[in-house]
């Protein structure tokens, strides 16, 4: 028996490339487990406050770090942890507004929201759409769990130096990439960044508005907005230089 893993991430943060990334890395490995996905299916994702996944042979992706439930025994676990920079994941959450499917919608509301945003625009959006709360969902997380049981991938690093960050989720898992077959091989380069656009799985073949890169926020938010974010979540940009490697932290200035 194997402790469970799991891949605990901000959303809209490269996560669904990652956790495929995982999966080759693990094939074989792990049973994937969608314990996180059948609580938001019945509409009870809150429960994860309180409810305890799977302790023995899982992989388990979670994506809410705001239903993250910090009074489980964590150490019957290992965890793969990303997060991205806020002020990028804010532009990502404003453009998921015109295409990412909402279940708790019918069709006449979702157009109705999305007019209401499309007349707000990106710079109210991002001022109003305060993410405070899931960030210390995940901060929390970071700081409770035992640094030996856990590993920091982060967006800006899986972009910028794909390779290593591959090399270092394979160290932690305990997998040898020399012993990967030629579909785990494949399944892991497609999800480069720079080959992405010939990946059917990547989500930006389905929805408009994902990028590649770290730093969106320099290009799609004016000044005044970028200074209100800066002061609001300083401590998480903070808290992400301090994590990351050092050869990305001036991607959170």
């Given amino acids: 028996m194997a402790r469970s893993l799991i891949f605990l991430s901000t959303p809209t943060s490269a996560t669904g490339s990652m956790f495929r990334v995982i999966l080759a890395i693990t094939k074989g490995k792990y049973r994937r487990e969608k314990w996180l996905e059948t609580l938001y299916e019945e509409r009870r994702?809150?429960?994860?406050?309180?409810?305890?996944?799977?302790?023995?042979?899982?992989?388990?992706?979670?994506?809410?770090?705001?239903?993250?439930?910090?009074?489980?025994?964590?150490?019957?676990?290992?965890?793969?942890?990303?997060?991205?920079?806020?002020?990028?994941?804010?532009?990502?959450?404003?453009?998921?507004?015109?295409?990412?499917?909402?279940?708790?919608?019918?069709?006449?509301?979702?157009?109705?929201?999305?007019?209401?945003?499309?007349?707000?625009?990106?710079?109210?959006?991002?001022?109003?759409?305060?993410?405070?709360?899931?960030?210390?969902?995940?901060?929390?997380?970071?700081r409770k769990i035992a640094p030996e049981d856990r590993i920091f991938v982060g967006y800006a690093m899986y972009c910028l130096h794909f390779n290593e960050t591959v090399s270092r989720m394979c160290r932690f898992i305990?997998?040898?990439?020399?012993?990967?077959?030629?579909?785990?091989?494949?399944?892991?380069?497609?999800?480069?960044?720079?080959?992405?656009?010939?990946?059917?799985?990547?989500?930006?073949?389905?929805?408009?508005?994902?990028?590649?890169?770290?730093?969106?926020?320099?290009?799609?938010?004016q000044p005044d907005t970028i200074a209100a974010l800066n002061q609001r979540y300083a401590w998480f940009l903070d808290f992400l230089r301090r994590m990351d490697d050092p050869r990305v932290a001036h991607t959170y200035d």
Wanted: charged fraction near 25%; include cysteine.
């Fill in 45 to 142: 994702i809150a429960d994860a406050l309180h409810e305890v996944p799977p302790a023995e042979d899982a992989l388990i992706l979670h994506r809410t770090p705001q239903y993250f439930n910090l009074n489980m025994r964590l150490t019957n676990y290992r965890y793969v942890l990303n997060a991205r920079d806020p002020r990028d994941l804010v532009c990502n959450q404003y453009h998921w507004q015109f295409s990412h499917p909402n279940q708790l919608e019918d069709a006449a509301q979702t157009e109705q929201r999305r007019e209401r945003v499309r007349r707000e625009g990106i710079d109210a959006f991002a001022l109003r759409h305060d993410n405070t709360h899931m960030l210390l969902g995940f901060f929390n997380a970071a």
């Fill in 174 to 221: 305990g997998v040898a990439p020399e012993d990967f077959d030629s579909q785990q091989r494949k399944a892991i380069a497609r999800e480069k960044s720079e080959d992405l656009a010939d990946n059917p799985a990547w989500i930006g073949q389905q929805w408009s508005g994902s990028d590649t890169q770290p730093g969106r926020h320099k290009a799609e938010l």
